[in-house]
């Protein structure tokens, strides 16, 4: 049986395109159209669609209005369309926590007819979307004063699902641990830059877009810049990027960075592989424990799309395997007693 999808888009003819699209699919059809917030509840409540693709320059109320409404009375999988703008990038972060799984950015701006060009990436979103486990409320419950007994330098990987994940991870470690963190979140341009403003803002750790030539600093987290891959020196002091081709189809990679960190931080290094399709990250884990260091993956039944934290697992260099609300625990309780 074929998903029932909601496409809510203002404009008639990126309708068309959208529909279009979706009707090429063996695994979706289309359920109806709305115009804005107003409509869209309307039909969300009478067609009960399976998921719903959602813009968010409508008319009047924009579409994170209506994500929450049914975020709040039925859960259901919602892709978000998105113009590729630091704009549209702030407004990706805001519906991201708010519990869309993921997003797709229009090629040319609200009106992109080239979609047509990119059928092929748009209904892999849609299905990696509809096959997403959506993520609960977690509240957070983590030590504030550990009595730190070990430098840790941790490296993270994140796809989709990573943002609400990182929304929990990142806020929930005091700047006390002094842990020196680079993360990897697999998104373009703009997109982690919005990324890191948001995670700051939420965060007693200082959060910020890595930019070439930055110090690895206690207290501080490095997000990976869309577009670039992410490396540490050798003697670990510093961040160094690069746009050499992309490794598994993404950059920046888990994995570049992975191998960079174990061979400068040995066994003061940890990784932990969260949500996200593919296997970015597995190839890193395995280097990690060739260097004495440990790793921790999100559960695969946990996370909103399990496929890298399940890849990880398949090399059997795993010391951790733990759901998402577990992990800033599991995080202090190495730094304070590393090897017990």
Not at 78 to 97: D, F, N, P, R, Y
Not at 273 to 287: F, H, N, P, Q, S
Not at 332 to 339: H, P, V
Request: charged share 25%; hydrophobic share 40%.
């Amino acid at each position: 049986m074929k998903s029932k999808l909601l496409i809510v888009e203002d404009s008639i003819l990126m309708q068309r395109v959208i529909g279009d699209i979706v009707s090429t699919s063996e695994h979706f059809e289309v359920g109806g159209f709305a115009r804005d917030v107003v409509e869209g509840w309307a039909k969300f409540n009478k067609l009960k669609p399976d998921m719903i693709t959602l813009d968010y320059e409508l008319p009047g109320e924009n579409g994170l209005v209506l994500l929450k409404k049914v975020m709040e009375e039925r859960p259901v999988p919602v892709l978000m369309l998105s113009a590729h703008t630091k704009a549209g990038a702030e407004l990706t972060m805001q519906a991201l926590e708010m519990g869309a799984v993921d997003f797709f950015t229009k090629p040319s701006g609200p009106i992109s007819i080239d979609l047509y060009n990119y059928k092929d990436e748009l209904l892999q979103k849609l299905e990696v979307t509809a096959s997403a486990k959506l993520p609960k409320k977690i509240v957070k419950k983590v030590r504030k004063h550990p009595r730190i007994t070990f430098e840790l330098y941790v490296g993270v990987a994140a796809s989709t699902g990573g943002v609400r994940a990182l929304h929990y991870l990142i806020p929930s470690l005091p700047v006390e641990c002094g842990l020196r963190m680079v993360v990897v979140q697999h998104m373009p341009k703009f997109f982690t830059t919005s990324l890191a403003e948001h995670l700051n803002e939420r965060s007693s750790m200082v959060v910020k877009e890595a930019r070439d030539g930055d110090k690895v600093l206690a207290g501080e987290v490095l997000i990976a810049p869309g577009g670039c891959h992410c490396r540490v020196d050798k003697e670990g002091r510093k961040i160094s990027l690069t746009d050499e081709p992309p490794r598994h189809g993404v950059r920046p990679s888990a994995d570049i960075l992975f191998e960079s960190m174990a061979r400068a931080y040995g066994d003061h290094m940890l990784g932990i592989i969260l949500t996200g399709m593919g296997k970015d990250g597995a190839e890193g884990a395995a280097r990690i424990k060739n260097s004495n260091g440990r790793v921790i993956v999100q559960d695969p039944l946990d996370a909103v799309i399990g496929g890298m934290p399940q890849a990880a697992l398949n090399t059997g260099r795993v010391d951790f395997m733990l759901p998402l609300k577990e992990i800033p625990e599991q995080v202090i309780n190495l730094l304070t007693g590393w090897r017990k």
